[in-house]
């Protein structure tokens, strides 16, 4: 099948908990990929294939499915709800071409529905709207379908009305063609009756039907015009096509309602996505961009008979091996083909191509322009990466992900452990890009560094289940640094007789505070011979030596400024190694005397709240010691932008969840080192000497 009008590339994505995973596994009954319905609740749906994703009945990663409906081809990625994973669902958007935004008929419009619609506006991907669980205690859809126009600023369309609802629900009425659907209690989505409306929602229907007609022929103002004239009615194919057009230009969002777990409503939400959603074709093509990530002004079109362009956006290692996720943008790929990856510069041989079903998979041997299929054991192709055809050369637009913002130390609870464990982070660093590691070189400790505490604990669940690595994990480590506040003059003799030639040095300095940022600087005034050239490097190098520890807790010092003006050597006992000594010496007696003191990291918080809580946040970020920058309003919420002392940051992501009701958000990245205040001072110092006590 190349026919790329019959393609859909859709993603699903919601708030926890709002039925994401149900409405995919109905549309794979539906199109007959699947037989027998898996239920989230039971661990047993198909998309969720991780013990750990069955265990919590959340979904942790992307996962895609290929099925067909009505002789249409759709590419299917059901998407995480957790604020945590949000990167699974930025990744996801970024390849496809339209979306469903699946809304709780209970729940209503809730925060991560906010983020991932804020996501999918940047993006510009068009979406259909299902209102889910109607059958649902306090489902009612008209205030659901009032909230995405207040809370969100979109637009919506009711193209389907509810019968019923909570335990009376039992059918949708179709604005368009003013029939009703009823469904049985056998739960068999095919078991439906299409009747004339109910009595008691004609008038509702009829109202809805012209408000329909006028927002979709707005789309198309010709028809409009001759609408408003009173001449003729537009035939449904006219309004169908100005549905279509009005969704792709994302100046409305057609919306349907439903029960996903009862099986009522997929059909026309199906329906909805071969006649509403965007195929390839008819979205705006992907920018090219230069080594810099500037756009060229040139675009992959959406065409067979083009170069071979496409985006690897999700790889996953599983039982068969590594599996990378790639979404072809133009041209053909065959097995056994050779491919550039234009951000290493390597090229790759195609070895197996397969169509994901969830778990299962169908091997290809070819595939084209608007396909999402994962490729077997490719090398060193990572998330974000363009696979584009060797002669032609060219790179897509990159992904940016967020920077991760909490962190832990963690060590293999026995010596076999630490091999394995490097391993398996490997293979997860290279699955999520907001996963991070590195190596603490002051402790020696393993540092990992995610998205939020939910984040690192599924990965250190993933390190002991699927690797098989026992962990020690330890509190959050805070970088603490030292500097001085006062410059000194200061003098130090080294030396040193006991039979044999002895040691002498003798210098004279001035130490200073250096500039933020200019870590240690060496300058030498001296006049005369009183300290012999030769002698200037020992010197600066057993100063330079001793920055790695500070006098008050021994951490590193920073930006310091050390002079050399003048000093004494004696002939025979003089030495580089006695100079360096000198040096050594004279740091420790005087750092303390230049006012040492201990400096903290500052982090740049960025903070996304709704208008109601804005006082509350701002309150606790001043608890926090937090400096606020700024704020600014947006449709959704408001930006506060604060420095905070990093130490103060640590389980902040859970206040900020409690106090804004689970809406607010925020990224953090280091800033700068400010001093600590003594109280702050003291207490870590202490901590330190504990620690280093028990040693």
Known sequence: MADLSKYRNIGIFAHVDAGKTTTTERILKLTGMIHK????????????????????????????????????????????????????????LKVLDGGIGVFCGSGGVEPQSETNWRYANESKVARLIFVNKLDRLGANFYRVKDQVENVLGARSLAMTLPIGEEDDFVGVVDVLTQKAYYWDDSGQPENYEVKDIPADMVDDAAAYREEMIETALEADEDLLMEYLEGELEPSIEQIKACIRKGTNELLFFPTFCGSAFKNKGMQLLLDAVVDYLPSPTEVPPQPLTDEEGEPTGEFALVDAEEPFRALAFKIMDDRFGALTFVRVYSGKLNKGDTVLNSFTGKTERIGRMVEMQAEDRTELSSAQAGDILAIVGMKNVQTGHTLCSVKEPCTLEAMVFPEPVISIAVAPKDKGGSEKMGIAIGKMVAEDPTFKVETDEDSGETILRGMGELHLDIKVDIL????????????????????????????????????????????????????????????????????????????????????????????????????????????????????????????????????????????????????????????????????????????????????????????????????????????????HYMPCPNNVAETVIAEVKERNAKK
């Open 464 to 671: 002991k289940r699927t690797y098989g690595v026992e962990l020690n994990v330890g509190k959050p480590q805070v970088a603490y640094r030292e500097t001085i506040t006062q410059a000194i003059e200061d003098s130090y003799t080294h030396k040193k007789q006991s039979g044999g030639s002895g040691q002498f040095g003798k210098i004279d300095y001035r130490i200073k505070p250096g500039e933020p940022g200019s870590g240690f600087v060496f300058t030498s005034s001296v006049v005369g011979g009183n300290v012999p050239k030769e002698f200037f490097p020992a010197v600066e190098k057993g100063f330079k030596s001793m920055m790695d520890t500070g006098v008050l807790a021994g951490f590193p010092v920073l930006d310091v400024e050390v002079e050399l003006y003048d000093g004494g050597f004696h002939a025979v006992d003089s030495s580089a190694v006695a100079f360096e000594i000198a040096a050594k010496g004279a740091f420790r007696q005087s750092i303390p005397k230049a006012g040492a003191q201990l400096i903290e990291p500052i982090m740049k918080v960025d903070v996304f709240t709704p208008e109601d809580h804005v006082g509350d946040v701002i309150g606790d970020l001043n608890r926090r010691r937090g400096m606020i920058k700024d704020q600014e309003a947006g449709t959704t919420g408001v930006r506060i932008k604060a420095d905070v002392p990093l130490s103060e940051m640590f389980g902040y992501i859970g206040s900020l969840r409690t106090m804004t009701s689970g809406r607010g958000q925020f990224s953090m990245e280091f800033s």
């Open 37 to 92: 319905i898996g239920e989230v609740h039971d661990g047993e749906s198909t998309t969720d294939f991780m013990e750990q994703e069955a265990e919590r009945g959340i979904t942790i990663q992307s996962a895609a499915v290929t099925c067909e409906w009505k002789k249409h081809r759709f590419n299917v990625i059901d998407t995480p709800g957790h604020v945590d994973f949000t990167v699974e669902v930025y990744r996801s």
